[in-house]
């Protein structure tokens, strides 16, 4: 069975840093992409960086990049977010995402279908 655990989560003011990390267990687990992903109240699901282990190929949403920066590790089957500069629109709730089925693009949320259960992160002006 495939999990997916996410952490590193917290309160901080706005100009922080916070890392989150995510592991994934199961032996079977194989990955595409994994990435993050964040859900503000009221508002829909978003991407926020992705990895595809392919190439090494990163993507950032507009509004974190140059602030955000998305590694990881396939073999350990672990991603990490670390995320400087924090404003409080970046408040929301962030999920570690996997996509294991071949053939997407892994820059949208469909292409991914294990998630872990989510890290709050809140930024106070």
């Known amino acids: 069975q495939v999990q997916l655990v996410d952490s590193g989560g917290g309160l901080v003011q706005a100009g922080g840093s916070l890392r989150l990390s995510c592991a994934a267990s199961g032996r079977t687990f194989s990955s595409y992409a994994m990435g993050w992903f964040r859900q503000a109240p009221g508002k829909e699901r978003e991407i926020v960086a992705t990895i595809r282990w392919t190439g090494a190929t990163f993507y950032y949403a507009d509004s974190v990049k140059g602030r955000f920066t998305i590694s990881g590790d396939n073999a350990k089957k672990k991603v990490y977010l670390q995320m400087n500069s924090l404003k409080p629109e970046d408040t929301a709730v962030y999920y570690c995402?996997?996509?294991?089925?071949?053939?997407?693009?892994?820059?949208?949320?469909?292409?991914?279908?294990?998630w872990g259960q989510g890290t709050q992160v809140t930024v106070s002006s």
């Open positions: 995402a996997a996509a294991t089925r071949p053939g997407g693009s892994y820059y949208v949320l469909r292409d991914y279908d294990y």
